[in-house]
């Protein structure tokens, strides 16, 4: 609810004070704090404590029958501009508070030559035919593939570390794929991947996901003041900019960025 001072209501308001004498006080001595009535901070030194608990404890029960009315709550604006650090499609799957977080998934994986193939890899030869630079929260390491036809052992909630790979292995313990952290990833908790074999049973499915409130250490604060300067864990996903009406301090909520396609960030807006 708009805090601000009362527009519609009885007035005045009449109430018996501490002594037993009538006090008459105008609606301009209320006002809106959120869901409360509160003095306004003009009046408050005209009333003792128990005429001030008097009359709001009768302003409550005006509000609660809809005898007071509250200030018109003004349309969000926006507040704050987020893009993705990245371009590409898989930035689309990311959802910002004043955390970030980035789901990426790939399915219907027959191989860790196919995986190679479909998220990309951290040294691509740019050779046609070969696999791709991967764009996502991981990519496959070069070169890693073609020791086992198989399908990688399912794995729940691996928490990956920056600049090291992991081998996904089949149940011989033959490698499928290496697979390891985005080049450009610095944190020590917040990167995980997940492994499940698809319902067929002949492929399987990998998800990397990216949560910045799993980052170890106290993230900076953010203000107004240092946007181009976010907190690392933060600034991994996203960067903030003002809109065009100017910088504001959004509300609680989250956004979820789109728009992002091939050489495009996906973006979004946080509003007030």
């Given at each position: 609810?708009?805090?601000?001072?009362?527009?519609?209501?009885?007035?005045?308001?009449?109430?018996?004070?501490?002594?037993?004498?009538?006090?008459?006080?105008?609606?301009?001595?209320?006002?809106?704090?959120?869901?409360?009535?509160?003095?306004?901070?003009?009046?408050?030194?005209?009333?003792?404590?128990?005429?001030?608990?008097?009359?709001?404890?009768?302003?409550?029960?005006?509000?609660?029958?809809?005898?007071?009315?509250?200030?018109?709550?003004?349309?969000?604006?926006?507040?704050?501009?987020?893009?993705?650090?990245?371009?590409?499609?898989?930035?689309?799957?990311i959802t910002v508070t004043v955390s970030a977080v980035e789901v990426d998934t790939w399915s219907d994986l027959g191989s860790g030559t196919a995986a190679a193939m479909t998220i990309g890899v951290d040294a691509p030869t740019g050779k046609q035919g070969d696999a791709p630079a991967g764009t996502g929260l991981i990519v496959v390491k070069q070169g890693s593939t073609g020791g086992s036809s198989e399908l990688p052992v399912a794995a729940i909630s691996t928490v990956l570390k920056a600049g090291v790979g992991v081998d996904l292995v089949d149940s011989s313990n033959a490698k499928v794929c290496t697979i390891l952290p985005r080049a450009d990833y610095s944190g020590t908790g917040g990167l995980s991947y997940t492994v499940t074999i698809d319902a067929s049973g002949k492929t399987f499915t990998l998800t990397a996901t990216y949560d910045s409130t799993k980052e170890t250490g106290t993230q900076g604060t953010i203000t107004l003041q240092t946007l181009t300067k976010l907190p690392t864990q933060v600034g991994y996903l996203v960067g903030v900019t003002p809109p065009a009406s100017g910088a504001a301090l959004p509300g609680d909520g989250s956004v979820q960025l789109s728009g992002g396609t091939t050489g495009i960030a996906a973006n979004g807006l946080l509003y007030t």
């Open positions: 609810m708009t805090t601000g001072d009362v527009v519609g209501g009885p007035s005045p308001i009449s109430f018996t004070g501490s002594n037993g004498s009538q006090r008459v006080v105008p609606l301009s001595a209320l006002s809106f704090s959120g869901s409360s009535v509160e003095v306004s901070s003009g009046w408050t030194s005209e009333f003792d404590s128990s005429e001030t608990a008097i009359l709001l404890a009768l302003a409550a029960d005006l509000f609660a029958i809809g005898e007071l009315t509250p200030p018109p709550s003004p349309p969000p604006q926006a507040a704050l501009a987020v893009t993705a650090t990245h371009t590409g499609p898989l930035t689309n799957g």
